[in-house]
């Protein structure tokens, strides 16, 4: 988490998202729930980022089929080089 780290986008949809959470509840008649949209404020005007680490993807080695004389012919190709 990182204090004034918000790109522009972010903060119009943060915004709106707060705008939503102040009328909506006015609408449906439970004001009380319009207290929801001051965390939201807050990260709007602090600007904290919040960023996830990624999982890192395994990566799977296999091995590669061998047959009875290919080892054979490996040695041949590069005796040639």
Do not use: W
């Not at 509840?25 to 709007?44: I, K, R």
């Not at 919040?50 to 990566?59: D, G, L, N, R």
Request: with cysteine; charged share 20%; net charge positive.
């Amino acid at each position: 988490m990182k204090m004034y780290n918000l790109s522009f986008d972010q903060l119009l949809l943060r915004y709106y998202l707060m705008m939503l959470l102040v009328i909506v509840p006015f609408l449906v008649g439970v004001e009380f729930l319009a207290l929801l949209s001051v965390p939201v404020f807050f990260t709007c005007l602090t600007g904290i980022g919040f960023t996830f680490k990624k999982k890192e993807k395994k990566q799977v080695v296999t091995k590669e089929k061998t047959y009875p004389g290919q080892q054979a012919l490996k040695h041949a190709n590069l005796s040639r080089v």
